[in-house]
């Protein structure tokens, strides 16, 4: 029950306030929203109710969910050869554009939000640059294997103080993290401190794949981490830190979205609704709602630069022919549409089946 409940948090909330952001966003320019719903209701599978002119629903598929207003050609293909004050198509192009955004806008107020909140109540993490090993992982998960890491391999323990790495003197840790990142699968001779005896060993880092100003390179990893500092900041120093961290989590999916395209990486790279129910369980098992809420957080990330991606059928798509329509000072043929609308709704539904797969490779 646990990881159900946490997956409906997980997706729940980023996309609730998606589609709120949506719905007021319409509102605040006049545009009719006919439906507004958290999940698809295919078949009609679903609960419902209508309030004035709106009808309000859960659907039973919780993988999304959307808010339709009058006068936009959307997944169910509805149009009309009139137009009406109150429709989407009726609007200006900046209105246009403000009401398709307005869902990314508030998945990354979300985001930016929890974000802040968590760093203002804990305060912001800065490393101890001294070469003593806080933590160890015992186990690492690398392109989902689990092995024995490096650092426990060679029987390093907490407190542990990196003295030196093949005849180099190691003074910091920004020292150390540099030298078993540059040689990934490359043996080296630690030598380490334990309450004043000296103790060595060979080890290996083991690689993954990391970007590193933009490009996807392999480091070398050994499964330590340091000891930080907990700095506590004020609250507008924390908001700045939210919209910083949400910013880097941004660069991050379109570094993986470019790496995608070179081949740098591949599609059984990506999850779906199976395995996130798997991932928002086990977080919150092992982290409590703390670690669930950040989770919430980076994926209400991912579905908003996602959703405005200039892919038809997604927001970013509808921006664009508003864009498009607004310098030709006219509308598309409703036939183009008709045709950008299906292509989205291939698209898209490939793309699902696809991550649906990988994630019953990833379960099994």
Known sequence: MIYFLSFFVVIGLPVFLHELGHFLAARSVGIKVEKFYVGFNFFGLGLKKKYKDTEYGIGLFPMGGYVKVAGILDESFDSSSKKYDYEFRSKNTLQKVWFLSAGVIMNFLLSSVIFSVFIFNDGYPEIINEPIINEISSELNIENEVILSPAAAAGLIKDDKIIMINNNYISTWNQLSNIIHDNPN????????RNGETLTSSITPIPVKQFIDGDLKNIGIL?????????????????NKGIQKTISLLKQILFSLKALVSGGVSFQDFFGPLYLVKMAGETTEAGGIKSLLLLTAMISVNLGLINILPIPGLDGGHVFIALIEGIIRRELPLQIKYAIQFIGF?????LFVLVIYNDINHLM
């Open 186 to 193: 490359k043996e080296l001779t630690l030598v380490w401190d």
């Open 223 to 239: 499964g330590i981490s340091p000891y930080y500092n907990m700095n506590q900041v004020s609250l507008f120093e924390a908001i």
């Open 346 to 350: 291939v698209l898209i539904m490939s």
